[in-house]
């Protein structure tokens, strides 16, 4: 990938090499550089340019790391990005950042006087790489982890940054247990970045229930800031699952009350119902008053005469009538 976030003539410095005041030697190659491009990202490489010793007076800096991760520095320090080599041509050295070149081949043992600057590795876009390794990303990894190592030791924020995003991103979109268990182990020989370990952690912690089961993970001796970090953000998750579940209960509890609440009303309304159906037998109040009035109309004081008057005392409605001393008097006369 090539980046466009550097002007155009400090990326044509990078390209020529031309007015360089010094080199970096690396492996034996010589990668010309100019100081005040490389010293104000990089305040190791200037303190040592600064220091008064060989390096100042050679106008020379030894880099301990393998060459084609040298050489991404350089460009990335020029262009503001960095390329990934071909999965062949990148070099997993066997010790950490700090230790001696693995190889230095200069015929006399002298440094090669070139300038490789634009002999730079293939980048990792290419189709060749990309169907060699479809299913391999451990190579690339290992350069982003190397890339991390050179950062951190010569104190190039950017490019710490840079690297540490594109590991991230890639275990985001292509997550692999096997792979995050390698690229820790190898983390933890190469580089002393505490940010690198701490986006670590969260990404072991994102996935920790399956990293739990691998016997390869659970055996590694990881750095004390990406345990902090995984124990961290474990605690975090924890604690808002608790939050999550306080907030279920309560969203849980007012569903009761309000199903409580509904209860009621169905209830009110079911004997509402009821008693709208329920059949009217009993006569109400006006029309008892009513039958009263008729039958006072019929029999009451006013008339002189009551049922007994008529039927006689002992005479009940639906019985044989007894007729009364008129009646009987009548009776005698016509006889």
Request: proline content about 5%.
């Given at each position: 990938?090539?980046?466009?976030?550097?002007?155009?003539?400090?990326?044509?410095?990078?390209?020529?090499?031309?007015?360089?005041?010094?080199?970096?030697?690396?492996?034996?190659?010589?990668?010309?550089?100019?100081?005040?491009?490389?010293?104000?990202?990089?305040?190791?490489?200037?303190?040592?340019?600064?220091?008064?010793?060989?390096?100042?007076?050679?106008?020379?800096?030894?880099?301990?790391?393998?060459?084609?991760?040298?050489?991404?520095?350089?460009?990335?320090?020029?262009?503001?990005?960095?390329?990934?080599?071909?999965?062949?041509?990148?070099?997993?050295?066997?010790?950490?950042?700090?230790?001696?070149?693995?190889?230095?081949?200069?015929?006399?043992?002298?440094?090669?006087?070139?300038?490789?600057?634009?002999?730079?590795?293939?980048?990792?876009?290419s189709p060749n790489q990309d169907s060699a390794a479809k299913d391999n990303y451990l190579p690339s990894l290992y350069f982003h982890v190397q890339?991390?190592?050179?950062?951190?030791?010569?104190?190039?924020?950017?490019?710490?940054?840079?690297?540490?995003?594109?590991?991230?991103?890639?275990?985001?979109?292509?997550?692999?247990?096997?792979?995050?268990?390698?690229?820790?182990?190898?983390?933890?020989?190469?580089?002393?970045?505490?940010?690198?370990?701490?986006?670590?952690?969260?990404?072991?912690?994102?996935?920790?229930?399956?990293?739990?089961?691998?016997?390869?993970?659970?055996?590694?001796?990881?750095?004390?800031?990406?345990?902090?970090?995984?124990?961290?953000?474990?605690?975090?998750?924890?604690?808002?699952?608790?939050?999550?579940?306080?907030?279920?209960?309560?969203?849980?509890?007012?569903?009761?009350?309000?199903?409580?609440?509904?209860?009621?009303?169905?209830?009110?309304?079911?004997?509402?119902?009821?008693?709208?159906?329920?059949?009217?037998?009993?006569?109400?109040?006006?029309?008892?008053?009513?039958?009263?009035?008729?039958?006072?109309?019929?029999?009451?004081s006013n008339t002189g005469f009551s049922p007994n008057q008529v039927f006689g005392s002992s005479t009940s409605f639906g019985a044989t009538p007894r007729p009364s001393a008129w009646g009987q008097s009548r009776m005698i006369l016509a006889g």
């Amino acid at each position: 990938m090539a980046s466009t976030s550097m002007p155009s003539f400090i990326v044509e410095l990078w390209n020529s090499g031309d007015y360089s005041d010094f080199v970096l030697v690396c492996e034996g190659q010589r990668i010309n550089a100019h100081k005040a491009i490389v010293c104000t990202q990089s305040p190791v490489l200037a303190a040592c340019l600064r220091s008064g010793l060989k390096e100042t007076q050679e106008n020379a800096v030894d880099v301990n790391f393998a060459l084609s991760v040298c050489q991404q520095m350089v460009r990335f320090l020029y262009t503001g990005d960095y390329e990934v080599p071909l999965a062949e041509q990148i070099e997993i050295p066997p010790q950490s950042s700090g230790s001696q070149p693995l190889s230095v081949d200069g015929g006399d043992g002298a440094p090669k006087d070139a300038n490789t600057n634009t002999t730079l590795p293939q980048d990792s876009s290419s189709p060749n790489q990309d169907s060699a390794a479809k299913d391999n990303y451990l190579p690339s990894l290992y350069f982003h982890v190397q890339m991390n190592s050179i950062a951190d030791y010569y104190e190039i924020r950017a490019l710490s940054k840079s690297s540490r995003t594109r590991i991230h991103d890639h275990f985001i979109s292509k997550w692999s247990a096997r792979d995050f268990t390698e690229v820790v182990k190898k983390a933890s020989e190469f580089t002393g970045d505490k940010q690198f370990f701490k986006m670590i952690g969260s990404l072991a912690a994102t996935h920790i229930e399956e990293l739990g089961k691998s016997a390869d993970f659970v055996a590694l001796v990881l750095p004390d800031s990406m345990t902090a970090e995984i124990i961290s953000v474990c605690g975090q998750r924890l604690q808002k699952a608790k939050e999550d579940n306080m907030g279920l209960e309560a969203q849980l509890q007012a569903a009761r009350n309000e199903l409580k609440t509904a209860k009621i009303k169905i209830k009110a309304l079911e004997t509402e119902l009821q008693t709208t159906k329920a059949p009217n037998t009993r006569p109400n109040n006006s029309e008892e008053s009513t039958q009263r009035t008729s039958r006072t109309s019929v029999f009451g004081s006013n008339t002189g005469f009551s049922p007994n008057q008529v039927f006689g005392s002992s005479t009940s409605f639906g019985a044989t009538p007894r007729p009364s001393a008129w009646g009987q008097s009548r009776m005698i006369l016509a006889g």
